[in-house]
């Protein structure tokens, strides 16, 4: 079954802990990207990747990392998690053929930060 | 820029009622893609519809039906006879020329409540 993967689903964390959140899709997709949700301003980029060890900001970078070391995996890291990244968290991804491919989507992580 | 705006917060219909839910976006590409995804209350996000900047057909899917004006800038949605199961919230979002062409930008979403 083609998927995106997300683990964990739920996750509470303390301040300053360093945590990754894992993405893993099985159709062999280029593009590669996480958002995160949050009430009253929709769902919003933080970095997306269009290949293996290609990966750039979205819309709201800050206080978090990614890397892309095979096509499959897409990790999100906070290195040193705040309150304010309290939100829950989708990664995406899409064939890669150019504007208009539909995404897919994980199940969503939701994280808080306490 | 490119932005979408969904200007309803929350929409609380009657079963079998109708309801439409507006999506205004904002680009000054050419080339665009417009989604609607619902995001049930366990949380994941369902694609429901793509509809591109050239095709300014509306379409139906059983209950569903898009409405897409290029002159007013909108692409809304409209779900006729309304179930408890359509209780969710709608997620519209815009695919820009200009953006990585992976990215959608979303608007703020519009919580439905149906009530039996």
């Known amino acids: 079954e083609a998927q995106v993967t997300q683990n964990p689903r739920y996750l509470i964390t303390v301040t300053g802990k360093k945590l990754t959140v894992t993405c893993s899709q099985n159709m062999n997709h280029e593009y590669m990207s996480w958002y995160r949700q949050d009430p009253g301003l929709g769902l919003r980029q933080i970095y997306y990747?269009?290949?293996?060890?290609?990966?750039d900001k979205g819309d709201v970078p800050e206080g978090y990392k990614v890397s892309r070391k095979e096509k499959r995996n897409f990790p999100l890291i906070l290195e040193s998690p705040s309150p304010n990244q309290t939100s829950l968290y989708f990664c995406?991804?899409?064939?890669?053929?150019?504007?208009?491919?539909?995404?897919?989507f994980g199940q969503g992580t939701r994280l808080t930060v306490v | 820029a490119q932005k979408v705006t969904q200007a309803q917060t929350e929409i609380s219909v009657v079963e079998k009622e109708d309801v439409t839910l507006d999506c205004v976006y904002e680009t000054r590409d050419t080339t665009y893609y417009l989604f609607w995804y619902k995001q049930p209350p366990s949380g994941e996000l369902v694609f429901l519809i793509r509809?591109?900047?050239?095709?300014?057909q509306n379409e139906i899917s059983g209950r569903y039906s898009w409405n897409f004006q290029k002159s007013t800038s909108s692409f809304n949605f409209t779900i006729t006879a309304s179930q408890v199961v359509d209780s969710a919230v709608y997620f519209c979002?815009?695919?820009?020329?200009?953006?990585?062409?992976?990215?959608?930008?979303f608007g703020a979403g519009t919580q439905v409540v149906v009530t039996p």
């Open positions: 979002a815009l695919s820009t020329s200009t953006d990585s062409w992976g990215k959608l930008q």
């Open positions: 509809r591109n900047s050239f095709d300014e």
């Open positions: 990747s269009m290949n293996v060890e290609v990966t």
């Open positions: 995406a991804s899409s064939l890669g053929q150019g504007l208009g491919t539909e995404a897919f």
